[in-house]
C-alpha cells in the first residue's frame, strides 16, 4: 500500500510541459505542489481503487475535468480503464502524449462535461472531480448527474475544494487568509487583486469578470460541504468528508497542517445497493 501511494503522490507532479499556463497552474494548485498534500491524495486514490477491485477486475473511470492528468495518469498506473474529459484541447493534447503508452485503456473526449455525462450508455465504478466543484456553478446538479452514470457499488471521489467560508472558523479564516494574500503579493497584478477583493467584500460580482466567472467559491462562500453530503445521503450512498489544509504557499503548508488548520475538503462517496 505505501509503496503505491508513494508512487502515485509522484505521478501527481508530472507536469513537465514548459507552457506557461501548465507552470502558473503548478504554482498555484497546492494539491500538486506539496509533497503532503499529494500524499493524502495518492491514499485516496489507493483507497477508493482498491473498494472498486473488490467488485470488478479492471475498473472503469471518468475523470471529469481531466486537465493534463493528475488524476487520469495515477488511476492508469494502478491498472484502471479510464475515460477522460476536458474542454481545453492544449490540456487534453498535453494528456495524450502523457498518457500515449497507456494505449487502450484511456479513452479521451475534448468536451463540456455535461455532454459526457448525457451518455447513459456508458457506466463507471468510480467519477472522480479532482480541484473541480469549485469551479461549477451548480455543482449539486452536476453530481447528481454524474450519479446516474455509476455502477451498483460505485463510488464518487472529489479532492481539493475549499469548505464553506463560513463553517471552518475565525482562526481558520485568518490563518489561512493571511497564508494565501503572504503569497498572492509575490504573484503579480497586486492591486487589481485587492481591488477585486474589496469589491467582493461588499458583494458586487461583475458578469463580464473573468475572475468572477470561474472562481465561483470566492463569489459564492466556497463549497457547500454539507450539502454535498446531504444530496449523497438522500439519494441512499455512503458520503465521508475528509478535511484538511491547503493553501499555495510552501511556507505556511506545514504550519497549518501542524496546528490542525482546515480549509479544504474531499468526499467519498459508495453507492449502496437498493
Given at each position: 500500500?505505501?509503496?503505491r501511494?508513494?508512487r502515485?503522490a509522484?505521478?501527481?507532479?508530472v507536469?513537465?510541459?514548459?507552457?506557461?499556463?501548465t507552470?502558473?497552474?503548478?504554482?498555484?494548485?497546492?494539491?500538486?505542489?506539496?509533497?503532503?498534500?499529494r500524499?493524502?491524495?495518492?491514499?485516496l486514490?489507493?483507497?477508493?481503487f482498491?473498494?472498486?477491485?473488490?467488485?470488478?477486475?479492471t475498473?472503469?473511470?471518468l475523470?471529469?475535468?481531466?486537465?493534463?492528468?493528475?488524476?487520469?495518469?495515477?488511476?492508469?498506473?494502478?491498472?484502471?480503464?479510464?475515460?477522460?474529459?476536458?474542454?481545453?484541447?492544449?490540456?487534453?493534447?498535453a494528456?495524450?502524449?502523457?498518457?500515449?503508452?497507456?494505449?487502450d485503456?484511456?479513452?479521451?473526449?475534448?468536451?463540456?462535461?455535461?455532454?459526457?455525462?448525457?451518455?447513459?450508455n456508458?457506466?463507471?465504478d468510480i467519477?472522480?472531480?479532482?480541484?473541480?466543484?469549485?469551479h461549477?456553478?451548480?455543482?449539486?446538479?452536476?453530481?447528481?448527474?454524474?450519479?446516474?452514470?455509476?455502477n451498483?457499488?460505485?463510488?464518487?471521489?472529489?479532492?481539493?475544494?475549499?469548505?464553506?467560508?463560513?463553517?471552518?472558523?475565525?482562526?481558520?479564516?485568518l490563518?489561512?487568509n493571511?497564508?494565501y494574500?503572504?503569497?498572492?503579493?509575490?504573484?503579480?497584478d497586486?492591486?487589481?487583486?485587492?481591488?477585486?477583493?474589496?469589491?467582493?467584500?461588499?458583494g458586487?460580482?461583475l458578469d463580464?469578470?473573468?475572475?468572477?466567472n470561474?472562481?465561483?467559491?470566492?463569489?459564492?462562500?466556497?463549497?457547500?460541504?454539507e450539502?454535498?453530503?446531504?444530496?449523497?445521503?438522500e439519494?441512499g450512498?455512503?458520503?465521508?468528508?475528509?478535511s484538511?489544509?491547503?493553501?499555495?504557499?510552501?511556507?505556511?503548508?506545514?504550519?497549518?497542517?501542524?496546528?490542525?488548520?482546515?480549509?479544504?475538503?474531499?468526499?467519498?462517496?459508495?453507492?449502496?445497493?437498493?
Amino acid at each position: 500500500m505505501d509503496r503505491r501511494i508513494n508512487r502515485i503522490a509522484a505521478l501527481a507532479n508530472v507536469f513537465s510541459y514548459d507552457a506557461d499556463a501548465t507552470r502558473k497552474y503548478v504554482d498555484g494548485a497546492p494539491h500538486v505542489k506539496h509533497a503532503a498534500l499529494r500524499k493524502l491524495y495518492g491514499q485516496l486514490v489507493v483507497q477508493v481503487f482498491d473498494n472498486a477491485k473488490k467488485h470488478t477486475q479492471t475498473p472503469a473511470i471518468l475523470d471529469l475535468g481531466a486537465g493534463e492528468g493528475s488524476v487520469t495518469v495515477p488511476f492508469l498506473d494502478l491498472g484502471a480503464k479510464v475515460v477522460a474529459v476536458d474542454i481545453s484541447l492544449s490540456q487534453i493534447d498535453a494528456l495524450k502524449t502523457k498518457c500515449a503508452h497507456f494505449g487502450d485503456m484511456l479513452e479521451v473526449q475534448c468536451e463540456d462535461i455535461n455532454c459526457a455525462l448525457k451518455d447513459k450508455n456508458k457506466m463507471y465504478d468510480i467519477v472522480v472531480v479532482n480541484s473541480f466543484l469549485h469551479h461549477v456553478p451548480d455543482y449539486l446538479s452536476m453530481i447528481k448527474e454524474a450519479t446516474t452514470v455509476v455502477n451498483p457499488l460505485g463510488q464518487f471521489l472529489s479532492f481539493q475544494d475549499p469548505l464553506r467560508y463560513d463553517s471552518v472558523g475565525k482562526i481558520n479564516s485568518l490563518f489561512s487568509n493571511f497564508a494565501y494574500f503572504t503569497w498572492r503579493v509575490f504573484r503579480g497584478d497586486v492591486i487589481g487583486g485587492l481591488k477585486r477583493r474589496v469589491r467582493r467584500a461588499r458583494g458586487i460580482y461583475l458578469d463580464d469578470s473573468d475572475a468572477d466567472n470561474t472562481e465561483y467559491h470566492v463569489t459564492r462562500n466556497g463549497v457547500d460541504q454539507e450539502a454535498i453530503r446531504k444530496l449523497f445521503e438522500e439519494m441512499g450512498w455512503d458520503c465521508s468528508i475528509v478535511s484538511y489544509f491547503s493553501t499555495q504557499g510552501s511556507l505556511f503548508q506545514p504550519i497549518g497542517s501542524m496546528l490542525g488548520m482546515k480549509n479544504t475538503f474531499a468526499i467519498i462517496a459508495q453507492k449502496r445497493l437498493m
